[in-house]
Nanobody
Framework: VQLQASGGGLVQAGASLRLSCAAS????????MGWFRQAPGKEREFVAA????????YYADSVKGRFSISRDNAKNTLYLQMNSLKPEDTAVYYC???????????????WGKGTLVTVSS
């Protein structure tokens, strides 16, 4: 499956952004899907994930209550609604086709190209 993230940009602290991840190739709906991010000089980290049907979701503590992950299997698209953005959310955000059963229990099958989110203070 090929993945392409979009929707990043430069925003001020407190603003909102919605990222999208368009999937093509093998069936999108058979994969759990997730978002990761990598800030400058830091390792890539888990942000959020959703199971195949969208019924179970997992969030990193740093984004819980501010970010919301969703998917539209009919459109082969994954979303990340990001509210109340903070400067520390600045990173390249990547979507991934994966297997997930917890915020520390997952395996990534495919990575998408990232989209840059910059939050100014």
């Amino acid at each position: 499956v090929q993945l392409q993230a979009s929707g990043g940009g430069l925003v001020q602290a407190g603003a909102s952004l919605r990222l999208s991840c368009a999937a093509s190739g093998r069936s999108f709906s058979i994969y759990d899907m997730g978002w990761f991010r990598q800030a400058p000089g830091k390792e890539r980290e888990f942000v959020a994930a959703t199971r195949t049907s969208g019924g179970s979701q997992y969030y990193a503590d740093s984004v819980k209550g501010r970010f919301s992950i969703s998917r539209d299997n009919a459109k082969n698209t994954l979303y990340l609604q990001m509210n109340s953005l903070k400067p520390e959310d600045t990173a390249v955000y990547y979507c991934a086709a994966m297997w997930v059963r917890g915020i520390s229990n997952y395996a990534v099958n495919y990575w998408g190209k990232g989209t840059l989110v910059t939050v100014s203070s």
